[in-house]
């Protein structure tokens, strides 16, 4: 391949309004898709999250949880992909429309996870898809899992199992505020961090809030988790504020 890629993460409080259920942020969506058109990168993999399609359907009926043998969990299950694929639409017509040549892939048809973990490889067909020069678009998604039969795989993992199987040059993630803080800025007053270490990083893992109310994957600390192994390999990731303009 010719570049390394770069593996970006439109988060889901960036392309939804997070408190509002089903509900897309269009401006946001529009905006980022012209900015990812004007920055050309070569080679390039987006995946973005699930914000109020994804979240508040897998924890009405504990998607992540695993299938409690139950038809309304089914049910569920095939409402959240529901949810997940009208987002992705939204914003495969946005990438299209700025020329960006995206082709979606599925989570849900393509892996398969273990214990929420995903085992599986999917570098060969990103790779297919890079060597033609599209852009391969992925999304957190309700998967099936080998051992809980479904659960809900995270955006953020797809995001470091992707950069550590092509060896990506770098991650960027595009979230809600500035990056990481010290303290939570939400909570109390925080220091934004500009540049941290491997070891930082582990250390801010442990002291950062688990969750928020809508989210089923971890919050920053599920993310900050996630995002360690492909520090570990040596891949840059670059976490910044795709709610203001020209950030990402
Ligand atoms: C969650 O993906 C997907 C579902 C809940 C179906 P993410 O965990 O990556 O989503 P955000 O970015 O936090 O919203």
Do not use: I, R, T
């Given at each position: 391949m010719k570049a390394r890629p770069i593996v970006l993460k439109l988060g889901g409080s960036v392309i939804t309004h997070?408190?509002?259920?089903?509900?897309?942020?269009e401006s946001a969506i529009e905006r980022l898709a012209e900015e990812i058109a004007e920055a050309k990168v070569p080679q390039l993999i987006i995946v973005h999250g699930g914000g109020s399609f994804g979240h508040p359907l897998a924890k009405k009926y504990s998607i992540k949880e695993g299938f409690n043998g139950k038809f309304s969990q089914l049910l569920g299950f095939s409402e959240t992909h529901q949810a997940m694929i009208t987002l992705n639409n939204m914003i495969l017509k946005a990438l299209i429309h700025c020329n960006i040549p995206a082709l979606t892939i599925a989570p849900s048809s393509t892996i398969v996870s273990k214990s929420g973990r995903m085992v599986a490889r999917i570098d060969d067909h990103l790779k297919n898809l890079l060597r033609l020069g599209l852009v391969p678009l992925l999304y957190g998604d309700a998967v099936l899992d080998s051992d809980k039969g479904f659960t809900i795989l995270s955006g953020d993992q797809l995001v470091a199992a992707a950069a550590i199987q092509l060896n990506a040059e770098r991650i960027i993630i595009g979230v809600e505020g500035d990056g990481l803080f010290k303290t939570d800025p939400k909570l109390g007053r925080g220091d934004l961090i500009r540049t941290c270490t491997l070891q930082q990083l582990k250390e801010l893992g442990k002291q950062t809030r688990k969750t928020t109310a809508h989210d089923v994957t971890g919050g920053m600390q599920g993310k900050i988790a996630e995002l360690v192994p492909a520090v570990e390999k040596g891949i840059t990731v670059a976490i910044v504020n795709a709610c203001k303009p020209q950030r990402v």
């Open positions: 997070k408190d509002v259920p089903l509900s897309a942020n």
